[in-house]
């Protein structure tokens, strides 16, 4: 039987970490069995509890589900005879003065701190995807400039991003924090690793067999490749943030990126340009030697967060074609189109029609995936965890949800959500049509 106590695995986003609660949701029993507790009504509790913690909403929507989450955790915690895990990487985000309640609230038994790490190389492509299916439209190109060290940081995007991917900076805070605390790191091993590994190396924090614990028969939050991702950029350009987030996260997060574009054949993955590790070589080396002297426990290798010039296999940009770019649009209507088991009412029209106005297209659907514990795949109707650089793992029937969503956008609200996401003019600017804010 394990030991009492909290590990906190606090991040860092878009190092695994929706593979390990994926992991910890569905091995409950077994774990329990091991004397490992991984609490939560829904698999989102974590996600709820961080936002509760924070005071916070989550891209401007309200859930429900949130007021207490937290407490609800720190509960079970004091409950469970054994270790508890708590894990979301947005605990990274928290304030001095939200680590210090977290730090008292769970003062009652030995607290272990966890950050998983991975190189950056690999980091700053996938935050980038990951920014993508939370709406915004920064091309990657840009991201990179907001994210260097070198640029000044006169908006929020670059702090933000070092605030949760500086190693050694966010270990610093939260030893801070957490006096008495122990700290262990984790690094993400290298690519073409079996991901099993990860688990391992987690399960030797937690004290357990790793075979305790299977991993989910498919994995979520895969990474897009270059037209993909260019598509999705464009489409958040259109939208302009134009969909409230629920039906954006249903419909474009988690069906268009995370099932549709994600499992097309492959197109060129997004890798660093080579001018870029002129910056991301000396950053990694840096938080590798801040972490050695802060001497942090490692399981794992700290050499694995260097990124090697030689082997991070840096690729020169390419312009993605409209052809490219028609090819997975084609791919991703076809998603939004129904396999009806029945045919549609006898009374509906069927006959074109101008549509109402653009409020009245998504109001109804909008009602229904927020009202109904069916379409949300959860209880409260509230809304779904966006994933892993933004949220933890989806829920049991979450995956179901935009499936629901587009069964029920068979009938007209269907047609008119196509004539919303695939406006009758071209996907590219003209030249003559300006940019639009990054951050929309």
Not at 80 to 104: K, N, P
Request: charged content about 25%; proline content about 10%.
């Amino acid at each position: 039987m394990s030991q009492r106590r909290t590990v906190v695995h606090l991040g860092t986003p878009k190092s695994g970490t929706t593979y390990l609660q994926e992991l910890l949701w569905s091995s409950r029993p077994a774990l329990v069995a091991a004397g490992v507790s991984y609490p939560g009504e829904v698999p989102e509790g974590h996600f709820q509890a961080t936002l509760d913690l924070k005071a916070d909403e989550f891209n401007g929507w309200p859930d429900p589900a949130v007021p207490g989450a937290w407490d609800r955790l720190v509960t079970a915690a004091r409950a469970f005879d054994g270790t508890t895990v708590i894990s979301h990487e947005l605990l990274g985000d928290l304030t001095d003065e939200q680590i210090g309640r977290l730090a008292a609230d769970l003062s009652f038994q030995p607290l272990d701190l966890v950050i998983t790490a991975r190189d950056l190389a690999r980091q700053l492509p996938a935050v980038w995807q990951e920014d993508l299916k939370n709406r915004h439209s920064m091309t990657f190109e840009e991201f990179l400039a907001v994210a260097s060290p070198e640029t000044e940081h006169s908006e929020w995007y670059g702090d933000a991003f070092w605030q949760r991917q500086d190693l050694a900076a966010l270990a610093a805070r939260w030893r801070s924090g957490c006096p008495g605390a122990s700290l262990t790191v984790v690094t993400v091993p290298p690519p073409g690793t079996d991901p099993a590994v990860l688990w391992h190396r987690f399960a030797e924090v937690l004290g357990i067999d790793p075979a305790v614990g299977s991993a989910p028969a498919t994995p979520s939050n895969r990474s897009l490749g270059q037209v993909e991702s260019e598509l999705l950029r464009r489409l958040n350009e259109r939208l302009d943030y134009s969909i409230d987030w629920p039906v954006y996260a249903a419909r474009v997060t988690h069906h268009t990126a995370g099932r549709v574009l994600a499992e097309r054949p492959r197109s060129r993955p997004v890798r660093l340009a080579p001018d870029a590790l002129d910056w991301v070589v000396p950053c990694s080396r840096r938080m590798a030697d801040g972490l050695v002297e802060l001497d942090v426990s490692v399981v794992g290798d700290l050499a694995e967060l260097l990124v090697d010039p030689e082997t991070a296999r840096p690729d020169t940009p390419v312009v993605v074609t409209d052809e490219q770019l028609l090819d997975a649009a084609i791919d991703a209507i076809a998603a939004l189109i129904p396999v009806a088991d029945e045919p549609p009412p006898a009374d509906e029209d069927t006959t074109p029609d101008a549509g109402p106005t653009p409020d009245a297209e998504l109001a109804p659907d909008a009602e229904e995936l927020v009202g109904s514990e069916e379409a949300a795949g959860r209880g409260g109707g509230s809304w779904a965890d966006p994933g892993d650089g933004a949220g933890g793992p989806v829920g049991p029937d979450l995956a179901r949800a935009p499936l629901i969503t587009v069964e029920r956008a068979a009938h007209w609200p269907g047609r008119r959500l196509l004539r919303k996401l695939v406006p009758r003019t071209p996907l590219h600017r003209g030249a003559d049509e300006p940019d639009r804010p990054a951050l929309g």
